[in-house]
């Protein structure tokens, strides 16, 4: 789809589709990531704090989108495993206490919403690419415009210097490369 049909199919099929500044719903929202472990399953984990800033243009195309992710807020269920992922094995949050997006492009492939944009943990930074669907615009019960969007990635944690691994004794290591990332987020029109 073309970038002018992208904007169009967003007006057309989104009448309430306004140029603005959006703000994290964070009640509605969700980070969350896996990784393989052991080769044979995943570990599945999430972020409970991060925050979202949206800012739509009057071509949506032109809209710009900034996320920012407290790792200290990583949560797997596990403790013991929480811990060791703030550490330097892995996102060494004491010293890189954000992961961060900052979008660079925002188009469209058949329905799916596609976004680029430049990703940084650990203080590299790499270019990403989120895909998804765009689940439209609705003003809810209390009166407040709201926006969302369900979007994807996978990125290889090497990348980005999350190296820590162990060899298993039969063979391969303890955890995957690939991380899967997944995002659903749902923004409110600030007034």
Known sequence: MRLHSLMTAI???????????WKLDPTHSDVSFSVRHLAISKVRGSFESFDVTVVTAEDPTQSTIEASIEIASVNTGQKDR????????????????????????ISADGDDLVIEGDLTLRGVTKP??????????????????????????????????????AALEAGGFTLGNDVSIDVEVQVVLQA
């Open 11 to 21: 007006t057309d099929t989104h009448p309430a589709y306004v140029a603005g500044t």
């Open 82 to 105: 929480d811990n060791h992922l703030k550490t330097g094995d892995f996102f060494l949050a004491e010293e890189f206490p954000t992961m961060n997006f900052v979008s660079t492009k």
């Open 128 to 165: 990403v690419v989120l895909k998804g669907e765009f689940g439209g615009i609705v003003v809810d019960g209390y009166g407040q415009t709201k926006a969302a969007a369900s979007v994807s990635t996978k990125i290889n944690r090497l990348d980005f210097g999350v190296n820590w691994n």
